[in-house]
């Protein structure tokens, strides 16, 4: 199952000719202000965002679990439901695999297919927080904190076993996210355990080849619910530099206490080059794992409003959407994901940089605020459109998924009980 070009030229037809009417009105609307929408259109095309392998299926929550029907149960069919997503937008080549979840078979057969489909393999994610069957030790009290050498060392040879199926398959980094922690007072010596975790991630990092990256993911709490070893953006700061310079923060957007001023974390860690790598989801209470944009999008403008002023030193971060989707189709919740990851990324491309630092040095606070209202509070939909249009994407990605039947053709072929790993 999958969507080609001429079936999108066909799906597009119909509404062709009032977009042109919107863009071009858009156009000149934005070129009056002084606007380069050629720039903005270029820009748009060439934003990839990654689609990881564990959000193709419903999601479930710790209370259960609803199947959504045509769900992909193999690797081979996530990487096509992430070819159906990168020919419908043009946005999302790239697909960020979980181990063991989607351990390979042949990855010379998996690498070709995910060319057919124009993906690339992004970051490779390592598991563990649930224990395999083959393995001798439990990760119950940790992984990479653990008080035993054996189970510590463990997930340490996962870790390099991803990496090893990651460069089979041509990926580039390896993003580690610990559950290590605790849920009692008293349960762990918080100096041991911090200083054990950076042992054994310098015994990854030291094994990643000299042209990758390590993403040093953190979160406050969750499913530990005292404690969690790597809490915060400083201790995996301060892991990324002990390390080395190929290791960095991975900011997540759910991974954050509520209200905390993301934008200022983003910026913090762009002035010491150190962000590698994002995930999108959007939250309104913990890490909820919903809809990009769908809860707070201003809070992802002014991230994104940080994310476009990206000093030279600071390499271009990974982007990866990482979200759940216990009620909504896995692949139509992607869609409006990717969707409003551009808008955001649009909008702050449209913030007059210069004006808005001169209103800081004079210290115009009204005129600070306005002009990101601007650029905020503009609708510019029309220029994400045509900018898909141009790469060969849908107008409307979201309405030609529907016309185009796809879930209930993915249905019909995989059936309704179909289920996708991940959690
Ligand atoms: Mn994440």
Same mark, same amino acid.
């Given at each position: ?5 001429d079936q999108?030229q ?14 071009e ?22 934003l ?6 564990w959000?193709?299926g &419903? ?13 992909p149960a193999?690797?081979?069919?996530k990487?096509n439901?992430?070819?159906?997503? +990168? ?10 695999? +979980?181990?063991?979840? =989607? ?11 995910a060319a ?27 992984s ?5 050498d054996?189970?510590r060392?463990?997930a ?6 991803v990496i ?9 980094s ?5 559950a =290590? ?16 975790? #950076? ?6 990092y +030291?094994?990643?080849?000299? =042209? ?7 979160k ?20 990324a ?10 900011? =997540?957007?759910g991974?954050?206490?509520?209200n ?7 910026a913090?860690?762009?002035w ?9 989801n959007d939250?309104?209470y913990?890490?909820?794992d919903?809809?990009v ?15 476009v002023?990206?000093?030279?030193h ?5 982007? #990866?959407?990482?979200?759940s989707h216990?009620?909504?189709d ?10 409003a990851i551009?808008?955001a990324y649009?909008?702050a491309?449209l913030v007059d940089?210069? &004006?808005?630092e001169q209103a ?11 002009i990101l +209202? ?17 790469s ?6 979201l ?9 209930e053709?993915?249905?019909e072929?995989r ?5 996708a790993?991940?959690?």
């Open positions: 199952m999958s969507i080609n070009k999108i066909d799906l597009n037809r119909s509404g062709e000719s009032q977009h042109q009417q919107q863009f009105f858009l156009q000149e609307q934005l070129e009056i202000q002084g606007i380069n929408t050629e720039s903005v259109i270029s820009k748009l095309q060439a990839q965002v990654a689609i990881p392998s959000a193709l &419903a999601g479930g929550t710790r209370f259960g679990r609803f199947s959504y029907g045509g769900e193999t690797l081979e069919e990487i439901d992430v070819g159906i997503i +990168h020919s419908l937008t043009r946005s999302a080549g790239a697909i960020s695999l +979980h181990i063991p979840w =989607d351990t390979p078979e042949d990855p010379e057969v998996i690498r070709k297919l057919v489909h124009g993906l690339t393999f992004d970051a490779m994610n390592s598991n563990t927080f649930q224990d395999q069957q083959s393995q001798n030790h439990s990760y119950k009290y940790g990479l904190c653990h008080t035993n054996l189970c060392q463990q340490i040879e996962h870790n390099k076993q090893d199926i990651g460069v089979s398959l041509g990926s580039k390896l993003t580690v996210w610990l =290590d922690g605790s849920c009692f007072p008293g349960q762990l010596n918080f100096r041991k355990a911090l200083e054990r975790t #950076m042992n054994s991630l310098k015994e990854i +030291h094994y990643m080849p000299a =042209d990758w990256k390590l993403f040093i993911e953190y406050p709490y969750e499913p530990n619910f005292y404690s969690t070893v790597i809490q915060d953006w400083g201790t995996s700061h301060l892991l530099n002990e390390c080395g310079e190929n290791a960095f923060c991975l900011v =997540d957007l991974h954050h206490l509520p905390t001023n993301i934008e200022q974390i983003v913090t860690l762009l010491k080059g150190k962000l590698g790598g994002f995930h999108f939250s309104k913990g890490d909820d919903l809809t944009g769908s809860i707070k999008p201003y809070q992802l403008f002014l991230i994104f409003n940080e994310l002023n990206r000093p030279d600071n390499p271009s971060p990974a982007w #990866m959407i990482d979200a216990n009620l909504k896995p692949l139509e919740d992607l869609l409006q994901s990717l969707e551009r808008l649009a909008q491309l940089q210069q &004006a808005l800081r040095i004079s210290n115009d606070v009204t005129l600070a605020q306005e +209202h601007r650029s905020y509070r503009a609708d510019i939909r029309p220029l994400l459109s045509e900018a898909r249009l141009r060969g994407g849908a107008l409307y990605p309405d030609a998924y529907r016309k185009a039947a796809v879930r053709k993915l249905i072929r059936g309704l009980n179909t289920v790993t991940g959690l």
